[in-house]
């Protein structure tokens, strides 16, 4: 029998008491077997520790200590991961349902990527609806072209394929991080399921307007400079007119 591979979760957070548990409960439902859960927190002063420790058992390893930012939190992650793959679920998102994972790994074996489409929950989990990007039938590192067409969360990664995340990048060093990785799979799979559910106003929509600016110098160094901005003009479009009928972005 073919050992399925590791697939390591980890989870950041800081001042999670009102979102964590939810996290934590969506990866231990997993009917998959082979998971090392990880939960890197940043020293919370509420009571984050004591949502960890009430499910320590659970929880393959976690640290509490200061960081310098989310993606100083998720390299602490990384750097503590012995999966086969990793998968990054944070405070308050979701793995969409309890055979999502073994739906995933199934669908192709031995991918080096693996993509979903993700849903839009609000703060009591309720669902908004689908994320204003709809992820491509098959995805290239070319398709970022259009912006990040994979929520993060929704994209699980052979951990051969990629380092840790570039620190001088504070809100979008994950489109390059993904963008990397893409460079360097050779199968990219469509697993044609909705993989997370996506906690909305966190911090990417908090820091969008500096977010956006990073992921443009990203694409420049990609992509090109009148590439990226030509690509741009039907990002805005496409974002102006999908705020215009769902009052929401």
């Known amino acids: 029998m ?3 591979p590791k697939i390591s979760i980890i989870t950041v957070v ?3 008491e009102s979102t964590l548990e939810a996290t934590i409960k969506s990866v231990a439902a997993q009917s998959y077997s082979n998971i090392e859960y990880i939960i890197v927190d940043g020293a ?14 659970f929880i393959s390893q976690w640290i509490s200590e200061p960081d310098t930012g989310i993606y100083d939190a998720m390299n602490k992650g990384v750097g503590l991961s012995t999966g086969d793959y990793l998968w990054f679920m944070n405070s308050g998102d979701e793995i969409a349902e309890h055979e999502t994972l073994q739906l995933a790994i199934n669908h192709s074996q031995g991918a080096d990527i693996y993509y ?9 989990g309720q669902e908004i609806g689908d994320r204003r990007l709809k ?3 098959q995805l290239t590192w070319k398709s970022f072209k259009r912006g990040m067409l994979v ?7 052979k951990r051969s394929l990629v380092g ?6 504070k809100y979008s060093a994950d489109f390059e991080w993904c963008l990397k990785a ?4 050779k199968v990219i799979c469509n697993t044609e399921l909705v993989l997370s559910k996506f906690l909305d106003g966190g911090f990417t929509k908090q820091n969008i307007i500096p977010g956006l600016k990073e992921r443009f110098r990203i694409m420049v160094q990609h992509y090109g400079f009148f590439s990226t901005l030509y690509h741009h003009f039907f990002i805005a479009i496409k974002f102006f007119w999908f705020v215009l009928i769902n009052k929401r972005f």
């Open 151 to 157: 929520s993060h969360q929704s994209f699980i990664v």
């Open 14 to 16: 800081y001042n999670g």
């Open 44 to 57: 919370s002063k509420d009571s984050t520790l004591k949502l960890i420790k009430k499910h320590e058992g």
């Open 164 to 169: 840790k995340y570039n620190l001088k990048y």
């Open 2 to 4: 073919t050992l399925k």
């Open 135 to 137: 992820v491509p039938d």
């Open 182 to 185: 893409m460079k360097s799979a």
């Open 116 to 124: 979903g489409e993700t849903l839009m929950i609000d703060e009591n």
